[in-house]
């Protein structure tokens, strides 16, 4: 069982930056990826970033692409997503997610444990 709190999200002006934190308790496994989505209200939960825990093998949706950067602290069992030039359409609740999956997956029904959310809200 793994458990997964997420910290970081709050108001910031578009262009600006936020670090996103998720601290997993419970055993991380080599080959199990850690990942970050997110949801607007009323739209589907969507894929943002993810790696590999062991290769550091990291994966982003094009549109964050050379804005965003996942991270991890493998001796504090520690995940980060780096949020830099935020816009507007970054604007949601941010979730962490682990999938015990041995592949790569951008769906949420390939993660097994997710944490609570935290709001990010960019503003003009």
């Known amino acids: 069982q793994v458990q997964l709190a997420e910290s970081g999200g709050g108001l910031v002006q578009a262009g600006g930056s936020l670090r996103l934190s998720c601290v997993a308790s419970?055993?991380?496994?080599?080959?199990?990826?850690i990942g970050w989505f997110r949801q607007e209200p009323g739209k589907e939960r969507e894929f943002v970033a993810a790696?590999?825990?062991?290769?550091?093998?990291?994966y982003y949706t094009d549109s964050v692409k050379g804005r965003f950067t996942i991270s991890r602290d493998a001796a504090e069992n520690t995940v980060y997503l780096q949020m830099n030039n935020l816009k507007l359409e970054d604007t949601a609740v941010y979730y962490c997610?682990?999938?015990?999956?041995?592949?790569?997956?951008?769906?949420?029904?390939?993660?097994?444990?997710w944490g609570q959310g935290t709001q990010v809200t960019v503003s003009s």
């Open positions: 790696l590999n825990w062991r290769l550091y093998k990291t």
């Open positions: 997610a682990l999938s015990k999956s041995t592949y790569i997956g951008y769906q949420t029904a390939s993660y097994d444990y």
């Open positions: 419970g055993t991380i496994y080599s080959n199990d990826f």
